[in-house]
């Protein structure tokens, strides 16, 4: 029998118990409908027998139909919104350079990003963000684009990742898009954030998956960090830097090198975007181990390779990890780069450490590891 949700503080069951494992497009259809049904929401949804399997679309949702889903009043128009603390994780100058020479060739292809007429072209543009990101964390963070819940999620002009950690969403996505023009056009975008964090929570928890969701929007100009958690009620939560919660009302902005003297400041705030995305990215990889350790305990059984006392050291390198990337930022932050660079390659080997001591789901053959010079040549 699938599992069912937890009850909320008032001892009510939550509307949307027993949903199946979505193992299956007519389980995915059914956890889809039962989403709508409790939402009450104004959804397309459609049956298409390609390979992608369900379609779905938020795309008409409004930041009304699922404000109150989350404790959020319409009418405050996010105001209401409450916070949790973003951080900076210091990445090696090294991996930053080489997510800036990636843009520049990108550059060459699809020019600057105020150039862009597509959705596509400014998403491949920053993309090198999370190709270089992502494989600090190896096989154990997976990119499922545009999609969850065993289908295809078809959010109408919009590039989005699903970051999955051992099966589950950890990151629900990355949402790139051109301008938002207005704030009831934001807002629209937001409450569709909303309601695909909900989905992915579903999906999660019909795998015995608990944890939250980070959420990263991006419209283009400005990227905003974002929670939805469960327990002990749904909360949808803006991310901000300690001590500054309206600082991050629009998000991180970037701006328009092209109009600048020199590309430099725009560099500059570029690292700082990266670093606060690497920091959610690992605060996720640690969720997810947390998460996949739990679903073991609850089974009461082993899961892949390890014992579940063996998760306690891959979990504890990666929390060091995160503790390590953090203070290195605020010695480069102090003046002390000697002393950043160094915790930062001890902080690199932490998780490491980390990364190799976990079973993963995705791993698979690199490339690289059977290039054969002498016979490539002759090729």
């Not at 509307?15 to 939402?39: E, G, N, W, Y």
């Not at 090696?92 to 020019?111: A, E, N, R």
């Not at 959010?155 to 301008?179: C, S």
């Not at 929570?201 to 795998?207: E, I, T, V, W």
Request: overall charge negative; some cysteine.
């Amino acid at each position: 029998m699938a599992p069912k949700r937890p009850r909320d503080n008032t001892g009510a069951a939550d509307a949307s118990t027993d949903i199946p494992v979505p193992d299956t497009p007519d389980a995915a259809m059914t956890v889809v409908r039962r989403l709508v049904k409790q939402f009450s929401l104004d959804v397309q949804i459609e049956d298409d027998d390609s390979e992608h399997g369900l379609v779905v679309s938020f795309s008409k949702v409004t930041y009304g139909d699922v404000a109150p889903l989350v404790g959020l009043e319409p009418g405050n128009a996010l105001k209401d919104i409450g916070t949790f603390e973003i951080h900076r994780s210091r990445i090696p100058t090294d991996l930053f350079k080489s997510i800036v020479m990636d843009l520049d060739i990108l550059l060459m292809q699809y020019g600057p990003p105020h150039e862009h007429k597509t959705e596509e072209a400014r998403s491949r543009f920053f993309s090198p963000i999370f190709n270089h990101l992502v494989k600090q964390f190896t096989f154990t963070l997976r990119n499922d684009p545009e999609t969850t819940i065993s289908g295809h999620i078809a959010t109408q002009g919009r590039i989005e990742y699903y970051f999955k950690a051992f099966g589950a969403v950890a990151v629900l996505f990355v949402e790139i898009k051109l301008r938002v023009l207005n704030d009831e056009e934001r807002l629209k975008a937001i409450a569709q954030v909303i309601a695909e964090g909900d989905a992915c929570d579903a999906s999660n928890l019909a795998q015995s998956f608990s944890l939250p969701i980070h959420c990263i929007f991006f419209d283009g100009w400005a990227f905003e960090f974002f929670k939805y958690e469960r327990a002990p009620n749904r909360t949808f939560l803006r991310g901000c830097f300690h001590g500054d919660p309206k600082h991050l009302r629009r998000g991180l902005e970037m701006l328009d090198f092209v109009r600048m003297e020199t590309p430099l400041p725009w560099i500059l705030r570029f690292r700082c975007i990266c670093e606060t995305i690497f920091d959610v990215m690992l605060s996720a990889y640690i969720a997810g181990l947390k998460a996949y350790n739990n679903r073991s305990l609850g089974k009461g059984k082993k899961r892949g390779l390890m014992n579940l006392a063996e998760w306690d050291k891959p979990l504890q390198s990666a929390e060091d990890a995160l503790v390590a990337f953090r203070k290195a930022e605020d010695l480069r932050e102090g003046g002390d780069l000697d002393g950043a660079d160094t915790t930062v390659d001890k902080a690199l080997l932490a998780l490491q450490e980390s990364t190799s001591a976990v079973p993963t789901m995705y791993e698979s053959p690199l490339l690289m590891t059977a290039w054969d010079n002498a016979e490539i040549r002759k090729a």
